[in-house]
């Protein structure tokens, strides 16, 4: 009998940042954060994993590279977590269950994207981690009980769990039992919102975000104002932005999310920088388009966001979506040659 599974979990992008933990070993940050789960298709992570009583050790394979699982560490303690969870949920109450959560387990997994560039691949990598595990498994867990497990991996692989919109509550228990996330509303809401991933630099980022985000939570003023006055409300007004599709107000606070970040990186002592000169000229095009649209009719059509790197996301409505990657192209060209994953430019010649 072979006891194997294949699942696959997208990169999220955050509209509202994770950046700080209050409990550095179970992974409670120090703020709720939002994100919006990129489709299936484009960034992600697919994991197998098989549990077979002849393995000898547990085993992870990243990328075709076989990676150590370090005894106490993020990734063994996930694993560890589910079969805990697999034993008290199917091996105890049913006497016929394999003994799984018994036997080694061997894990593969792939990113389709640059790993630890800036693009959530510990995210996508730990989300689907703890699916195919769940999977493996046959837990019979909703995804926000896995989200406990994932977000003990990195703490943004909680909200990759689940599509769409989806806010990671911060919680208030020292156990971390109330830091889990929650699904806001299902990418089937809002099927006209689309997310364009602009690569500045793929090369793996200099300070790592977990090292980063403690140096901040040590030394940053502005962080403390973040956490307490800003946040919350950001929260509470974002979501009601994703229910109503208020693009207008989703675009402003998230590109104030990633401008306030980006503040509190730089508040931190020493500096961390993530964007560079492309990513501050993307904010720059982004935010004349979107003045020319605001004496036109008042409101934004795009939102830009960046995370612990140079590249830059851009939301906005599908009927917007050419006419960017126009912009785009145009401010900054393309050393190799641009793809077109929509078929967009494919009438249109000359680009
Ligand atoms: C986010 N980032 O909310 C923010 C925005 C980066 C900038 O979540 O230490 O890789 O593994 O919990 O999850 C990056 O943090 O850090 C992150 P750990 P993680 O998406």
Redesign the pocket.
């Known amino acids: 009998m072979v006891f194997q599974a294949t699942t696959s979990a997208p990169v999220n992008i ?1 509209c509202i ?3 700080g933990k209050r409990d550095t070993t179970l ?1 409670l940050p120090t703020n709720s ?1 939002l ?1 919006v789960t990129l489709d299936q298709d484009h960034l992600r992570s697919t994991t197998s994993s098989r549990a077979d009583p002849s393995f000898t050790s547990d085993r992870l394979w990243l990328n075709a590279k076989e990676e150590i699982i370090k005894d106490g560490g993020r990734m063994s303690t996930c694993i560890k977590e589910m079969k805990r969870l697999r034993k008290q949920l199917v091996e105890d109450t049913d006497p016929n269950a394999p003994k799984l959560s018994t036997y080694h387990v061997h894990i593969a997994s792939y990113n389709n994207f640059p790993t630890a560039a800036g693009l ?1 691949s ?2 996508s990598g730990f989300a689907a981690l703890v699916s195919s595990l769940a999977a493996l498994y046959s837990l019979p867990c909703p995804p926000t009980t896995l989200s406990l497990i994932a977000r003990q991996g ?4 909680c909200r990759s769990l689940q599509g769409g919109f989806v806010a990671w509550e911060q919680g208030s228990q020292p156990t971390g039992l109330d830091s889990h996330a929650v699904q806001i509303a299902p990418e089937s809401h809002w099927p006209t919102l689309h997310a364009l991933i602009c690569v500045v630099n793929d090369a793996k980022k200099g300070t790592s ?2 090292s980063g ?1 403690q140096r901040t939570v040590e030394t940053s003023p502005l962080l403390q104002h973040r956490i307490k006055n800003v946040v919350p409300q950001r929260m509470v007004d974002i979501s009601k932005a994703i229910l109503d599709k208020d693009f207008d107000a989703f675009a402003r606070i998230t590109m104030a999310d990633s401008n306030q ?1 980006h503040a509190v990186a730089l508040d931190t002592t020493p500096p961390i920088f993530y964007m560079n000169d492309v990513s501050r000229a993307i904010i720059a095009v982004v935010e004349e388009y979107n003045r020319v649209w605001v004496e036109k009719t008042g409101k934004v059509k795009a939102a830009y966001t960046f ?2 790197g140079p590249n830059a996301v851009i939301y906005t409505e599908g009927e917007n979506v050419k006419e960017i990657i126009e912009i785009i192209v145009r401010f900054f060209p393309q050393q190799e040659t641009f793809k077109d994953p929509f078929g967009l430019f494919a009438n249109d010649g000359g680009l």
């Open positions: 955050a940042k994770y950046w992974i954060s994100s959530a510990s995210a990195s703490g943004s692989a975000s977990t985000m970040f995370d612990a």
